[in-house]
């Protein structure tokens, strides 16, 4: 198993890119639901505006 994971000893740059990109996809989730949420307020924001 420690074969594996040493991967010839590339293991280094081959979990750390894994790891990159796991938490550049994390981030870019956290940050569409962010943008999301205040997408959605300003839009409700300007529902109210326009019917009243």
């Known amino acids: 198993m ?3 994971f ?3 000893g ?3 740059y081959v979990w750390g890119s ?3 990109t796991a938490l550049v996809i994390v981030a ?3 940050w569409v639901v ?3 949420k205040v997408l ?3 839009l409700a924001r300007m529902s109210r505006l326009t019917k009243g």
Do not use: D, H, P, W
């Open 34 to 36: 962010q943008r999301r």
């Open 28 to 30: 870019e989730i956290v």
């Open 2 to 4: 420690s074969e594996f």
């Open 6 to 8: 040493a991967m010839g």
């Open 10 to 12: 590339y293991g280094l």
């Open 40 to 42: 959605l307020k300003r």
């Open 18 to 20: 894994y790891g990159v």
